[in-house]
């Protein structure tokens, strides 16, 4: 049988009850995590804008069971095999982030108009040279060290420890019990340990320059960004500037709605990049 258990203690529950935001928030990215390692274990892979359907849900169903006493306790049940292979995998992935966040310590803020002025200097020094495209696809950046999964799986966990880094919080406990086809594993959060899982999983960088060749669907000229198709994978991504001057030199294209070739960034969050659909930071224009 497998069994996924949450259990919030400390000042976030009152007379072995949470409230109904916690709840909700807690089950909603929970299932979010079970279902982001689902659609990887279907598809192969994980890519940002992968969709549960419906017709999946039944092969990632739990089962909600009575709470318990001790703090809040919920247990989730299941005994469909392939169940109990993803709370394996969504378990593996916590486990990783977890370790990594016991070797890490307190990050540099990554900042990004130094990070994005550095790559345009290397390139434009000789020191750089933007790759291909589909040369990504084969030979991965050296910066992704693990799959997008992981990323995808450990964000849905993180916004659950949201809750426990609140001040609000208190002196607050959050625990993760899960037992799918191997033995249970147990995680453990407070305050402390949260907050260094948070800056683990959002560690951030920018990849090597790649040359894009795109045309653009959206733009916003407030946020300085903008969505783009990606001609050689026909995907969407998101595309941002670091200032007005990067972002009005494409806005000829977006108003004749052409084809043009540039060069970005990869933005690699927690050693994971998506390079079909991830965010891209542009650097400049290609000849082409």
């Known amino acids: 049988m ?22 909700a928030k807690t089950l909603t990215h929970l299932q979010n ?52 292979n993803i709370i394996d995998r969504v378990s593996s992935a916590i486990n990783s982030a977890v370790n990594d966040a016991k070797q890490d310590g307190l990050q540099k803020a990554l900042k990004l108009e130094e990070s994005v002025s550095d790559r345009i200097v290397q390139v434009e020094q000789g020191i750089l040279t933007p790759r291909d495209f ?8 050296v910066s992704v060290i693990r799959r997008y999964g992981d990323r995808a799986i450990s964000r849905e966990i993180d916004q659950i420890l949201t809750l426990i880094r609140a001040g609000s919080a208190g002196d607050s406990t959050f625990e993760l019990a899960l037992t799918g086809s191997k033995n249970t594993q147990i995680f453990e959060f407070n305050k ?19 040359i894009y060749k795109a045309q653009l669907s959206q733009m916003d000229k407030f946020n300085k960004s903008a969505k783009i198709v990606n001609k050689d994978s026909d995907s969407v991504a998101n595309l941002f500037f670091i200032n007005k001057e990067m972002l009005n030199s494409v806005i000829p294209f977006f108003e004749t709605d052409s084809e043009f070739l540039f060069y970005g960034s990869p933005f690699i969050e927690y050693g994971a990049f998506d390079p079909i659909a991830g965010d891209i930071y542009f650097l400049g224009l290609c000849d082409g």
């Open 134 to 141: 589909n040369d990504i696809i084969e030979n991965p950046d």
């Open 2 to 23: 497998g069994v996924v258990q949450i259990h919030f203690d400390g000042d976030i529950a009152t007379n072995h009850q949470v409230s109904m935001r916690t709840l």
């Open 192 to 210: 402390k340990t949260a907050t260094a899982f948070h800056n683990t999983v959002t560690k951030k960088a920018l990849g090597e320059p790649v």
């Open 33 to 84: 995590s079970i279902d982001r390692a689902y659609l990887e274990d279907r598809n192969g892979k994980l890519w940002k804008y992968a969709k549960m359907r419906q017709a999946y849900h039944y092969d990632v169903e739990l089962l909600v069971q009575e709470p318990k006493e001790g703090g809040y306790v919920l247990d989730f049940l299941t005994s469909n095999p392939l169940t109990l």
